[in-house]
């Protein structure tokens, strides 16, 4: 078994499994599936975005690349800032875009500095499925299909983003053969000079010309000054596991050790029970206290990533989390493993893209700063300068020889923790297989309430109901999040919400 990925779409996850038969490792894979899935999945993730990798090899500590997004320090008047509202079938949700919305990019940095830190094969081989898809063209699948019907508001909001996205008038969906060789030629000349071919030169230029007179915060020197930031992961230990996730200043991490953290008293026997469902939510609604007084107001500070240390603090949330029991009766991700031990979980965004497209590179640019989930202070209100945070999070388990068992992340925004949550506890806690865990029903607590897909127990949503305003979906649906995730045993799971796909490679 050379390795296993298991990824957002059936083609991304094919073009990391092609590096690995080549004989890369799963730095490359992860690499090459990170320069597919913008083409694969274009609605979820571009180059014009940021993301987080979590590596680990034998024999050493696991390391977090954070590439997301940084905040630009310019402010002009009356930027180009305006809302779309996107229906997820029982929710809808609203998002700015325009040219006002674009935080500063941090993927091409991000692949190109784990590529030279940690690839094995040339950056010519791993682009190489990439540049294949965007000049020969690829057939979207319905569901990605989907999804850019979704988006449409954005797609037409520009006549950069109309000419990719609808270049004859009508949108790309599966039906059409889909070519960006824009994206083709920006990727070979990328394999010659790295990261400066965006960050720096004609691009940077042409970015700061178009930002400039549109109503963008972006410009050349914020470009210029853009860096992949090293950093420890944070780790905490869960029934018997050493579990490292995404530090602060990203909130998904700190969150979701929080929840397991609460999970630890539970004796429910099954996932399935309205014991654990009781539980899982109340231990999301305890995570919500914490959040609001102990991580939004404090997640550039040193001392957050200590906190789960601090025992008082602790007994004080579960004593709430006792008392609350009392009362009862777009985003991708990419996780992979090689046959050495190296491993990767990678999860990267655009938001909702901005409707801005590079100029001769095919790349959407993000809407970072229109995201409202990482906003809650207010759009525009974040400190010049700083890493926005982000409620992604890729993650690793790992048994008491360090040995990795379980790499996983999940796309889907202030559900991500819910999703990870989940499929670690039916994992590791519960015994399941990582497929089963995957496409188990999904719960998500947020703001009181409490949303449900299919396969719970009619008389558990009733109890449920009982205590909080309860939404039902009657379908699976990617608003639960996209979990794609591989174990030390090399199965894969993939998450059918969002089209993931795995790929096996003997």
């Known amino acids: 078994m050379k390795g296993i990925i298991a990824a957002g779409d059936r083609l991304t996850a094919q073009a990391g499994a092609r590096i690995l038969q080549e004989g890369g490792n799963a730095f490359d894979a992860a690499c090459a599936a990170m320069l597919a899935a913008p083409l694969a999945e274009p609605m979820l993730t571009s ?38 509202y996107v229906d997820f079938g029982t929710a809808v949700q609203e998002f700015h875009i325009g040219a006002g919305s674009t935080a500063v990019p941090g993927m091409i940095a991000g692949i190109d500095r784990l590529h030279r830190e940690r690839g094995r094969l040339s950056m010519e081989q791993v682009i190489a499925p990439a540049v294949e898809y965007a000049r020969e063209g690829i057939r979207l699948s319905q569901l990605q299909a989907s999804f850019v019907k979704l988006l449409e508001p954005i797609l037409r909001s520009t006549g950069g983003s109309q000419a990719l996205f609808a270049p004859d008038g009508e949108l790309i969906d599966h039906q059409k053969i889909v070519r960006n060789p ?19 030169g004609e691009i940077a230029a042409e970015i700061d010309r178009y930002y400039r007179e549109h109503g963008g915060l972006l410009r050349r020197e914020d470009l210029e000054n853009y860096q992949v930031r090293l950093r420890e992961p944070l780790s905490f230990d869960y029934r018997g596991y050493r579990i490292a996730t995404n530090p602060p200043p990203s909130a998904g991490g700190i969150l979701i050790a929080f929840t397991l953290k609460m999970l630890e008293g539970s004796k429910a026997r099954s996932s399935y029970t309205l014991e654990y469902v009781r539980d899982l939510i109340e231990a999301m609604a305890v995570t919500a206290e914490f959040r609001r007084t102990h991580v939004d107001p404090h997640l550039h500070d040193e001392a957050l990533r ?65 995201e409202e989930d990482l906003n809650p202070h207010g759009f525009f209100r974040w400190p010049a300068g700083v890493r926005l ?15 990795p068992v379980l790499i996983l992340g999940s796309a889907g925004s202030n559900r991500i923790r819910s999703a990870i949550t989940e499929v670690i506890e039916r994992t590791l806690r519960f015994g399941k297989g990582i497929q089963e865990a995957v496409d188990a029903p999904r719960v998500h607590y947020e703001k009181e309430e409490v949303f449900f897909e299919p396969g719970y127990d009619p008389e558990i949503v009733k109890a449920v109901n009982a205590r909080y305003k309860t ?19 090399f199965e894969g799971g993939a998450d059918s919400r969002r089209g993931g796909a795995v790929e096996k490679v003997l």
């Open 182 to 200: 824009d994206y083709a030629d920006f990727l070979e000349a990328f394999a010659k000079e790295g990261a400066d071919l965006f960050y720096r």
């Open 306 to 370: 200590d906190i789960l240390d601090n025992g008082d603090l602790l007994a004080h949330y579960l004593l709430s989390l006792q008392s609350r029991l009392n009362l009862w009766g777009n985003t991708t991700h990419i996780s992979v493993i090689d046959r050495e031990g190296h491993a990767a979980s990678v999860t990267s965004t655009n938001g909702e893209g901005s409707g801005i497209v590079v100029h001769g590179a095919g790349i959407m640019l993000n809407n970072m700063l229109g």
């Open 47 to 84: 180059l014009g975005g940021g993301g987080f990798l979590l590596a680990h090899s034998p024999g050493t500590k696991p390391l977090l690349y954070d590439f997301f997004v940084d905040v630009p320090p310019q402010r002009v008047e009356e930027p180009d800032f305006f809302p779309i």
């Open 471 to 489: 939404t039902l979906f009657e379908e699976k649906s990617l608003f639960f999040g996209g979990v794609n995730a591989v174990t030390g045993r």
């Open 389 to 403: 945070p982000s409620m992604m999070a890729p993650t690793m388990a790992f048994d008491e020889g360090n040995e």
